[in-house]
């Protein structure tokens, strides 16, 4: 069974440019997470998706959003990059409303410059 | 919002040596994770922890869900070359909109063979 799958594995954007991420969860988990690990930082979360609702969002300005798909996969948007943006994104799924704990995708490395 | 300390911050031992490491928060959790990051990869579940005074085995690894539900430990016991890596804990308070995972920041092991 495949795991949580992030496209790309490295990304490079230059300061304010847009960046999208991509998150595939493991077949038959409906909950999509998100979370920036810049670091020296730790994980700090992004967003939530189940069932194709935003379900919750952490302490993060609105150029950072996305989305769920019918599909369950998920999209991470990030505005008007800065270099702080710099981190590594990664992508976690469950079973819904946290019925099974989350597996994590090998994340995003995104680099602004 | 919640706040996690994990300590030590870093470890560097020798091989065939026990290691413990520990997380205390300014709140109550319901749930305690304990993951392992190896470097580009994303962060694997080690042991769930899910009621208060719950110890849990995991191989060498041993976490505890400490009984005011504010800390948890974590053991390995009998370090090998392949323990080195980051080790993060995990608090959830569940219910509602509140299955996001709160982090550690992290402790970072290194094995000496």
């Known amino acids: 069974e495949a795991g949580v799958t992030q496209s790309p594995t490295h990304l490079i954007k230059t300061r304010g440019q847009q960046a999208t991420l991509r998150c595939s969860p493991i077949?038959?988990?409906?909950?999509v997470y998100w979370y920036q690990q810049a670091l020296g930082l730790g994980l700090q979360f992004l967003l939530w998706y189940d069932e194709g609702e935003e379900r919750n969002r952490g302490n993060f300005p609105p150029r950072f959003s996305g989305r769920q798909f019918p599909n369950y996969s998920s999209e991470l948007n990030v505005n008007a990059l800065e270099l702080e943006d710099s981190a590594l994104y990664l992508c976690?799924?469950?079973?819904?409303?946290?019925?099974?704990?989350?597996?994590f995708g090998q994340g995003t490395r995104l680099t602004v410059v | 919002g919640q706040q996690l300390n994990q300590s030590p911050q870093s470890m560097f031992i020798q091989e065939g040596e026990d290691v413990s490491m520990n997380c205390t928060s300014s709140?109550?959790?319901?749930?305690w994770l304990w993951y392992k990051q190896d470097p580009g990869e994303g962060p694997v579940l080690l042991i769930a922890?899910?009621?208060?005074?719950e110890l849990t085995s995991n191989g060498r690894l041993t976490a505890q869900f400490g009984i005011t539900r504010k800390d948890s430990f974590l053991n390995i016991s009998a370090s090998i070359p392949s323990d080195v890596g980051i080790y993060f804990c995990a608090g959830r308070i569940s219910g509602g909109s509140n299955y996001k995972l709160t982090f550690g920041k992290g402790t970072l092991l290194t094995v000496n063979p």
């Open positions: 709140s109550i959790f319901n749930t």
């Open positions: 976690a799924s469950s079973s819904g409303q946290g019925y099974t704990e989350a597996f």
């Open positions: 922890l899910y009621k208060a005074g």
């Open positions: 077949s038959g988990h409906t909950s």
